[in-house]
């Protein structure tokens, strides 16, 4: 008697776990399921005499709903520098000198090209107390993927970094800045944080680096 008791001890439990696990996989899928995939683009107009910039309003409040991160304290002024590293032009050995003089740190989001060609700077990065972030294998639009395909574009390169440096990223970069509900919520399911920004230059392009150190004399104070 006794025995057959237990063992409808044990099955009532396992049923309840059961149950349990059915109910976490159920809630996930309607969470899923309500969340869009449309693609939310990043855009900012920049802010003139010292003032911050005015952020896309849909693209900050989905960014917000998901734990991600813009811009700063208004009334602390900080600036948070960050790159993206999606191959290497030459100049990140000086630009980690004149960081590492100053006694200043930033953010660098890496591709996997980027740290399969240039792992000795990624290490240099880390050695001098920078963050490295992910920025994906291939620099993929993320709201264009499924979730499993997200999965491989995140943790491939967040794995092969933790192999070879022991370093683990927490931070996380959309290519392109675009995004989407359920790409943002996979990201963070994958333990990363969302970091956007609030200015940005183009600074591939030549032509275009005068204005830009016109805009940072008149608005970085």
Known sequence: MIFLKEKYIRIAVASI?????????????L?????????????????????????????????NEFDGIAMGNKDKKNVYLTFDSGYEAGYTQNILKTLKENNVTATFFITAH??????DLVLEMIKNGNEVGN????????ASLTNEQIEDEVMK??????????????YFRPP???FSEKSL???????????????????????KQRKNRLWQEKNIR
């Open 114 to 119: 980027y740290f399969n060609t240039a792992s």
């Open 135 to 142: 920025h994906t294998v291939n620099h993929k639009c993320i």
């Open 176 to 178: 392109k800045g675009e």
């Open 31 to 63: 969470a899923n399921s309500t969340l869009s995939d449309e693609l939310i683009a990043w855009g900012f107009r920049r802010g003139e005499n010292g003032n911050q910039p005015t952020l896309d309003n849909n693209a900050i409040k989905v960014l």
């Open 185 to 207: 919520r996979r990201i963070k399911e994958l333990g990363y944080t969302t970091v956007m920004w609030s200015s940005a230059y183009d600074d591939w392009d030549k032509e």
């Open 157 to 170: 390169l967040h794995n092969a970094v933790l192999e070879k440096t022991g370093y683990e990223m927490k």
């Open 17 to 29: 776990l059961l149950l349990g696990v059915i109910f976490v996989f159920a809630y996930s899928a």
